[in-house]
């Protein structure tokens, strides 16, 4: 199984500042046929279901708010948000949909500072 | 406007069966890969199944390999989970998701609310 591991496991960040969140993968994720990288990152908020953010690593969703990006190849990754919104309080998970099992990070909790 | 409406959670024995069903809308069902996907309390998010849109293979979590299986009717756009031999374990939100395309090999574009099973005694 592909391990995901999540760096780090909560962070504080004060409005308008940038929030990194870490994303290694035990093993590439990078399919060579393609030259993609099958890596998601999902946002959980209390009460509601998971919502897409980033496909592909890079590829933002229609609708999310360009302050989140991802970044990152073959087996580290990186989402990004640019300028931390109060609405963006949450838990975040990356993803791979690479082999089966899919596996999911553990999570890392955003917090206003 | 797409949407998935789970149904057919609640409380089971341990041992026990429960059939969990998934009502899509909004998007053409028959070309897209579906996905369960859980949480279990204070936990993290874990993939337990997937079936393809066109060849309908089914893909399961070694955790519930051989208990669980996946299925899907096309003609009533609706996703199906049957749950057997449930464990306390196996006690989560389940989540059903719209896979991004007709392959498993794909992102979760879509969620369901999720509903709640609880493998108790």
């Known amino acids: 199984d592909i391990v995901m591991t999540q760096s780090p496991d909560s962070l504080a960040v004060s409005l308008g500042e940038r929030a990194t969140i870490n994303c290694k993968s035990s093993q590439s994720v990078l399919f060579s046929s393609d030259t993609k990288n099958y890596l998601a990152w999902y946002q959980l908020k209390p009460g509601q279901p998971p919502k897409l953010l980033i496909y592909w690593a890079s590829t933002r969703e229609s609708g999310v708010p360009d302050r989140f990006s991802g970044s990152g190849s073959g087996t580290d990754f990186t989402l990004t948000i640019s300028s931390l919104q109060a609405e963006d309080v949450a838990v975040y998970y990356c993803q791979q949909y690479y082999s089966f099992p899919f596996t999911f990070g553990g999570g890392t909790k955003v917090e206003i500072k | 406007e797409v949407q998935m409406l789970e149904s057919g959670g609640g409380l089971v024995q341990p041992g026990g069966s429960l059939r969990l069903s998934c009502a899509a809308s909004?998007?053409?069902?028959?070309?897209?890969?579906m996905s369960w996907v859980r949480q279990a309390p204070g936990k993290g998010l874990e993939w337990v199944s997937g079936?393809?849109?066109?060849?309908?293979?089914?893909y399961y979590a070694d955790s519930v390999k051989g208990r669980y299986t996946i299925s899907r009717d096309n003609s009533k756009n609706t996703l199906s989970l049957q749950m057997n031999s449930l464990r306390a374990e196996d006690t989560a939100v389940y989540h059903c998701?719209?896979?991004?395309?007709?392959?498993?090999?794909?992102?979760?574009?879509?969620w369901g609310q999720g509903i709640l099973v609880t493998v108790s005694s």
């Open positions: 998701a719209k896979n991004g395309g007709v392959s498993c090999y794909s992102h979760f574009d879509y």
């Open positions: 079936i393809s849109g066109s060849t309908g293979s089914t």
């Open positions: 909004g998007f053409t069902f028959s070309n897209y890969a």
